[in-house]
């Protein structure tokens, strides 16, 4: 079906809780090359016709598969774009074009120095425009904009505020071109770009809603779990100002491309048997009992008949019988996810414990893309494993120095440089030197240069000695912590990584060498681009070369929710309670890591809302629950 050309609103039962037309692809490769081919076609379209294109451009993460398509068709398939003007929805304010993290520097990376775009086509706000000509400097955009014959097609992402462009909540229905203030979420999340989020520019130039609503056509991408929730929200909530992207629903020919990930809560995905019918399997009655027991505040065991019937879901009782049978067995299946044994318990009947009892003393492998992420998520769950006698590794899979801000690297080198003065050889040694040409090169970037080979080491070894510190709390020795520094990482930048096969065949060496019996990963729902998702797929595709050799079929794999979002009570295959003590002891671990905001780092809260969730469906009241689900 082609997605650019279909009406602007949902049309089927399925999709009734819909407000703006909205198509799920099975991920973003799939989404970006329907997308492209549409693209394409209008391209050629309006050539054949001697017409010009008017396309309106997004930044980010979203677009670039979106970007890498265009520049293979126009490669292998001789797409041109000469007939092609183009505007962008918005520039960093303060950032010069060739700010490695400006908007101009982005796209004519990603997409412009690989195509046949006349320079003079293309329109990008100008971020380095004076306070006072910024007035100025909209209007005339929104000009072009107007002389260009208005916008055909235009490329949205949505922020985890809403923001469509950076139109954060408050942007008026109405608003155009303009100077705005970032919000607080938009700047967290682009943290790790600018090495610390006192770096994020604090204001952008950006197309206002109106100007967004007055292109012909809108294109709204998401990739990932981590988008779920406030796509649901833009797609079927109230339009309002609080959230720009909800304001397509008031748009004819709005689309919202989305993947399995990030369509997660529409209603005719989470909640499938309010729009149709369903097929009732363990699954599927554990999350709409689940999902009853949340929205009556009330535990499963007194669920009655007429709380299935009312809403919606009365037909389970049809097939199963009383809200009495069908609740105990929901009770049974959620009561069985919970253990203190995460490696199971030895010398028990495990049929109904989430792992097995044998063997006794597993061989675990915990991965962690970034050196903090297998901390927060499982720190509680790494201290029990290593109790109860199992063999742990921690594989930190990348050495997250692109995060370390300067300020830390420079307080090491000072300190290395004061040693090797205090050591009596005035800073002659190899230390001291060293120590001195890291100051000079810090000095020499400035705050946003690119970092030299040797900065980017000390970074790196910086957050090597946080790690040891906070594994160690969690009871893991200093050598059981496994640095792999898998090169995507080491040769690339937030956003822009590419996963090559040495990547793979580094996660295959440890495999293999290890055999665990036990894997811990995360990243298998988050943004295609994402620094997780890419460390995940080198695990995946590493079991993949191994799928017939006995270790891997003897292999169970747990998977963790990331730092932003955790697991819905109904996806829960395992959870691990907490005590208060545990808890404190992984905040601990977590201030391990001071070269990283302590904002960004807290998770124990995600834990405590998990076990509120638990304890709201009947179960026992614990403090926290790390959770996770059967790979
Ligand atoms: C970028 C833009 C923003 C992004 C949004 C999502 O030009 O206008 O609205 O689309 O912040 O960013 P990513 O794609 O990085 O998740």
């Given amino acids: 079906m082609s997605i650019l050309n279909s009406p602007g609103k949902q049309q089927t039962q399925k999709e009734l809780y819909e407000k703006t037309r909205s198509v799920i692809v099975k991920d973003s490769t799939t989404g970006c090359s329907q997308l492209a081919a549409e693209v394409a076609a209008l391209i050629r379209e309006r050539q054949a016709q001697g017409e010009n294109v008017v396309l309106g451009l997004a930044t980010g993460s979203t677009p670039v598969p979106f970007y890498k ?96 462009g950076f139109n954060e909540p408050g942007s008026s229905r109405d608003s155009r071109t303009r100077m705005i203030t970032l919000d607080r979420i938009t700047r967290r999340d682009a943290a790790a770009d600018f090495l610390g989020e006192a770096n994020v520019p604090r204001h952008a130039i950006t197309m206002g809603v109106g100007t967004i609503l007055a292109a012909k056509r809108l294109v709204l991408m998401a990739w990932g779990g981590n988008k779920a929730e406030i796509v649901q929200q833009a797609v079927e909530g109230k339009v309002t100002d609080r959230i720009s992207a909800s304001f397509l629903q008031e748009h004819s020919n709005a689309t919202f491309l989305v993947d399995d990930a990030a369509s997660s809560q529409l209603t005719r995905v989470h909640l499938p048997w309010l729009v149709g019918s369903v097929k009732w399997d363990g699954k599927m009655i554990k999350r709409a ?100 006698g199992h063999q742990v590794k921690l594989v930190v899979q990348t050495s997250g120095g692109l995060r370390v801000p300067d300020l830390a690297a420079r307080k090491f080198a000072a300190i290395l440089q004061e040693m090797a003065g205090l050591l009596g050889d005035g800073g002659s040694s190899a230390g001291g030197e060293y120590a001195s040409q890291v100051l000079k090169q810090l000095e020499d970037k400035g705050a946003f240069g690119d970092d030299t080979l040797d900065i980017k080491r000390l970074k790196a070894l910086i957050l090597r000695g946080e790690v040891r510190d906070a594994a160690q709390v969690c009871g893991l020795a200093a050598d059981t912590v496994v640095f792999q520094d898998l090169p995507f990482y080491e040769k690339g930048r937030y956003r822009q990584f590419q996963m090559q096969q040495e990547d793979v065949d580094s996660t295959a060496a440890l495999l293999q060498e290890y055999q665990p019996n036990q894997i811990y990963a995360t990243g298998h729902l988050a943004d295609p681009s994402a620094l997780q998702t890419l460390c995940y797929r080198t695990i995946e595709q590493a079991l993949e070369g191994f799928k017939d050799e006995a270790w891997v079929k003897d292999c169970r794999l747990w998977l963790y929710r990331g730092k932003e979002s955790e697991l819905n009570s109904y996806e829960i295959d395992m959870a691990v309670p907490m005590s208060p003590e545990q808890l404190d002891l992984k905040g601990e671990a977590i201030r391990k890591f001071q070269s990283i905001s302590q904002e960004e780092l807290d998770s124990s809260g995600r834990n405590q809302t998990t076990a509120k969730r638990y304890d709201q469906l009947g179960m026992a009241e614990y403090e926290a629950i790390e959770s996770f689900e059967r790979g």
Wanted: with cysteine.
């Fill in 69 to 164: 398509e265009l520049i293979r068709l126009h490669q292998e398939e001789g797409l041109s774009f000469k007939n092609v003007i183009t505007f962008n929805l918005d520039e960093y304010h303060g950032l010069a074009p060739d700010h490695r993290e400006s908007y101009n520097r982005f796209m004519r990376e990603q997409l412009f120095d690989h195509i046949d775009l006349p320079k003079e086509n293309i329109n990008i706000p100008d971020g380095t425009v004076s306070l006072d000509a910024v007035y100025e400097s909209c209007l005339d955009y929104e000009k072009r904009i107007e002389e260009a014959g208005g916008i055909d097609l235009q490329i949205l992402g949505i922020g985890r505020t809403g923001h469509i």
């Fill in 289 to 388: 009992v689940t999902w009853l027991s949340h929205r009556f505040e009330k535990p499963v065991l007194r669920l009655v008949d007429g709380d299935y019937n009312e809403s919606g879901a009365g037909e389970i009782l049809t097939a199963s019988g009383r809200a009495y049978d069908v609740n105990i067995s929901v009770f049974d299946m959620v009561k069985h996810t919970i253990t203190g044994w995460p490696g199971g318990k030895p010398g028990t009947d495990d049929s109904h414990r989430p792992e097995r009892a044998e063997p006794a003393s597993k061989r675990v492998l915990i991965f962690s893309p970034e050196p903090s992420d297998a901390i927060m998520s499982l720190g509680g769950t790494i201290h029990r494993l290593i109790e109860q």
